[in-house]
Structures are given as C-alpha cells and as structure tokens.
C-alpha cells in the first residue's frame, strides 16, 4: 500500500486522530505536548500517529494536506489544524463540541 493511500486509511479510521511527535504520554516537541493535552483536556478517546516512528507519514503527510507543520489534528476525515489553532479554539470552546460530536458518532 502506497504512503498516501496509508494515510487516507488512517484518517478514515479514526474520527478523531491527532498526527504529532511522539506519543500523549511522551510528546517529543512542545507544540504535540500542548495540542495532546488540549485534546486530553477535551475528555475523549484519540488516536494519534507519532511521525517520527513512521518517517514516511511525517514526509508524506504535508504534502497531502497542504499544511506543512506537526501536529496535526484530523476529525472526521478533515484537518482542524495545528497547535495554535488546537489551542485558540479550545479556548473559545470552539472544540469541545467538535470532538464530543466525533466520538459520539463512533459510538
């Protein structure tokens, strides 16, 4: 299975899938570290794909969504953004009800 075919299938997969460095528990940079904690603080179940385990998603995965930067969190088969946003929208609360809404709909 081809890269992109790889990540079209995890994005499918996962209502609510955050693409970062490292894992929730060991995020490997400072931005992963706030949207993994911004997720967590959300109180839902995500999955996420630590890029630098898999070298070919972190090369691979800009290109697809024409977003350039890690993290980045995927609901619903559609980019919500990277930290900043992440972050701005909580703080709005913004993101609560997207993310209650996608892990309803798994549900």
């Not at 970062?20 to 967590?40: D, E, H, T, W, Y």
């Not at 992440?86 to 709005?92: A, F, G, R, T, V």
Request: hydrophobic share 45%.
């Amino acid at each position: 299975m081809d890269i992109i075919e790889t990540i079209k299938e995890q994005i499918a997969s996962n209502p609510i899938l955050l693409y970062m460095k490292g894992s929730p528990n060991a995020p490997q940079c400072g931005f992963s570290a706030r949207a993994a904690q911004v997720l967590i603080s959300c109180g839902e179940k995500f999955a996420y794909v630590d890029i630098l385990q898999h070298p070919e998603i972190r090369a691979a995965l800009p290109k697809y969504a024409n977003w350039p930067t890690f993290p980045q969190l995927w609901v619903n088969g559609e980019l919500i953004g990277g930290s900043d946003i992440i972050l701005e929208m909580y703080e709005k609360e913004e993101l609560q009800p997207i993310i209650k809404a996608a892990a309803n709909k798994e549900a």
